[in-house]
């Protein structure tokens, strides 16, 4: 990991904090388009609203898959679903054909994610019930099912930064930075709490940290707004990740310097998903065997 995301002292939180006084914004993981599918949805705006996120609580509930097929969970934002483009080559189903290899099983992917803030993602939006409740529950169904969870992957907070920019009117926004970086935080600690209760203990939670979608190697990009901002997000999400037993997944390290590569305007391009796709599979190959070896065959 990057020197930034071990150092979890106060104080270099609050330098990061000041330093980030400009903030812009970064427009990643947010989108109109939302759930798991193999159809190709047209590009979005950078500046469409959110939904709330697919009903697919309603198969897992029904049970459509045999009991006793191994579960691949999925849950969060946009790039926990695969958005924009063609699903079947999202880091969703990369990962989970890495699974089936690994583990010499068939391996079901299955999301809730829609394009939830970490407010949103406990609160709901919209009437909506909100994703962590139907996270726990689509995780208690399997479980009631017999359908053993082999990987959890989820990434938010992302988009929570992403609001900052779209309330910044003209920088600096020092107080909107704060203040929804102090909404956020209690938020992550609800939500890995409530995911890591419901899940067996052996089924490994992934956490994502994020990339910055405006890095593409440019001259100050190390201490532009957008770069200092999101090093900021990432750290509070890796204190809290940890602090519930989550494994970090580093996204953040593969694509510095290629967001041009990598990105199409927030989410990742089909290179940019192989990428995370890989991240994915290094922090997998990594676990201790506790959280493998129950699900191998």
């Given at each position: 990991?990057?020197?930034?995301?071990?150092?979890?002292?106060g104080?270099?939180?609050?330098?990061?904090?000041?330093?980030?006084?400009?903030?812009?914004m970064?427009?990643?993981?947010?989108?109109?388009?939302?759930?798991?599918s193999?159809?190709?949805?047209?590009?979005?705006?950078?500046?469409?609203?959110?939904?709330?996120?697919?009903?697919?609580?309603?198969?897992?509930?029904?049970?459509?898959v045999?009991?006793g097929?191994?579960?691949?969970?999925?849950?969060?934002?946009?790039?926990?679903?695969?958005?924009?483009?063609?699903?079947?080559?999202?880091?969703?189903?990369?990962?989970?054909?890495?699974?089936?290899?690994?583990?010499?099983?068939?391996?079901e992917?299955?999301?809730?994610?829609?394009?939830?803030?970490?407010?949103?993602?406990?609160?709901?939006?919209?009437?909506?019930?909100?994703?962590?409740?139907?996270?726990?529950?689509?995780?208690?169904?399997?479980?009631?099912?017999?359908?053993?969870?082999?990987?959890?992957?989820?990434?938010?907070?992302?988009?929570?930064?992403?609001?900052?920019?779209?309330?910044?009117?003209?920088?600096?926004?020092?107080?909107?930075?704060l203040?929804?970086?102090?909404?956020?935080?209690?938020?992550?600690?609800?939500?890995?709490?409530?995911?890591?209760?419901?899940?067996p203990?052996?089924?490994?939670?992934?956490?994502?940290?994020?990339?910055?979608?405006?890095?593409?190697?440019?001259?100050?990009?190390?201490?532009?707004?957008?770069?200092?901002?999101?090093?900021?997000?990432?750290?509070?999400?890796?204190?809290?990740?940890?602090?519930?037993?989550?494994?970090?997944?580093?996204?953040?390290?593969?694509?510095?310097?290629?967001?041009?590569d990598?990105?199409?305007?927030?989410?990742?391009?089909?290179?940019?998903?192989?990428?995370?796709?890989?991240?994915?599979?290094?922090?997998?190959?990594?676990?201790?065997?506790?959280?493998?070896?129950?699900?191998?065959?």
């Amino acid at each position: 990991m990057t020197p930034f995301v071990r150092s979890r002292a106060g104080t270099a939180l609050r330098l990061m904090v000041a330093a980030a006084a400009l903030v812009m914004m970064w427009t990643g993981c947010s989108s109109t388009d939302h759930g798991p599918s193999t159809a190709s949805p047209a590009p979005r705006a950078a500046t469409a609203a959110r939904t709330p996120a697919s009903p697919q609580l309603t198969a897992v509930a029904r049970d459509t898959v045999a009991a006793g097929t191994a579960a691949y969970l999925s849950i969060g934002d946009s790039i926990q679903y695969g958005c924009c483009h063609d699903r079947l080559r999202s880091s969703g189903e990369l990962f989970r054909r890495y699974l089936e290899q690994r583990l010499n099983r068939d391996v079901e992917w299955i999301t809730t994610a829609g394009n939830d803030t970490a407010d949103e993602f406990v609160h709901g939006s919209g009437g909506a019930t909100p994703q962590l409740a139907r996270a726990v529950s689509a995780i208690q169904g399997l479980r009631a099912a017999g359908r053993p969870i082999v990987s959890i992957t989820l990434s938010i907070g992302g988009n929570d930064y992403v609001e900052v920019g779209q309330k910044c009117a003209a920088p600096p926004c020092n107080d909107i930075f704060l203040q929804i970086l102090e909404r956020m935080k209690p938020q992550l600690d609800t939500i890995y709490s409530a995911i890591v209760g419901a899940k067996p203990p052996e089924t490994p939670l992934f956490v994502v940290l994020y990339y910055n979608a405006s890095d593409c190697g440019q001259p100050g990009v190390e201490t532009s707004p957008t770069e200092l901002g999101q090093r900021v997000w990432n750290a509070t999400i890796d204190e809290a990740a940890r602090r519930h037993g989550a494994i970090i997944v580093d996204a953040y390290t593969p694509f510095k310097g290629r967001a041009c590569d990598l990105i199409e305007t927030d989410d990742p391009n089909y290179e940019g998903y192989q990428v995370l796709a890989d991240a994915y599979e290094r922090a997998y190959q990594a676990l201790p065997v506790e959280f493998v070896t129950p699900f191998q065959r």
